[in-house]
């Protein structure tokens, strides 16, 4: 079945780096493009990254960019998020997240698979 799993979330102090992994299976990850979202504590759910089958094309929320960077790995299957200059108020589950086939960032349509989310605290 489709599944995605993330992993590498971490309490981290302010400034710090982590990088964060989703490994995919049950569908041909290479051909879609692929999302993270994440959920502060008490929020609503904040969308932070987007990326193309190919890497050619990312796109980040403005509260990110600059600071994070979305990659992907097509032959292992894994989509990575590296958090740099981390600030309490990344502080949220992350979760990846695909739609259907061929939808992109600009499509309005909900995300149809999510991981299990992975815990980034950001505290000193």
């Known amino acids: 079945q489709v599944q995605l799993v993330e992993s590498g979330g971490d309490l981290v102090q302010p400034g710090g780096s982590l990088r964060l992994s989703c490994a995919a299976s049950?569908?041909?990850?290479?051909?879609?493009?692929m999302y993270w979202v994440r959920q502060a504590p008490g929020k609503g759910l904040e969308w932070v990254s987007a990326?193309?089958?190919?890497?050619?094309?990312?796109y980040y929320a403005g509260s990110v960019k600059g600071r994070f960077t979305a990659s992907r790995d097509n032959a292992k299957n894994t989509l990575y998020l590296q958090m740099n200059s981390l600030k309490s108020e990344d502080t949220a589950v992350y979760y990846c997240?695909?739609?259907?086939?061929?939808?992109?960032?600009?499509?309005?349509?909900?995300?149809?698979?999510w991981g299990q989310g992975t815990q980034v605290t950001v505290s000193s």
């Open positions: 049950g569908f041909p990850f290479s051909s879609y493009w």
């Open positions: 997240a695909k739609k259907p086939y061929g939808m992109g960032p600009q499509d309005d349509v909900g995300y149809d698979t």
């Open positions: 990326i193309n089958s190919g890497s050619t094309s990312t």
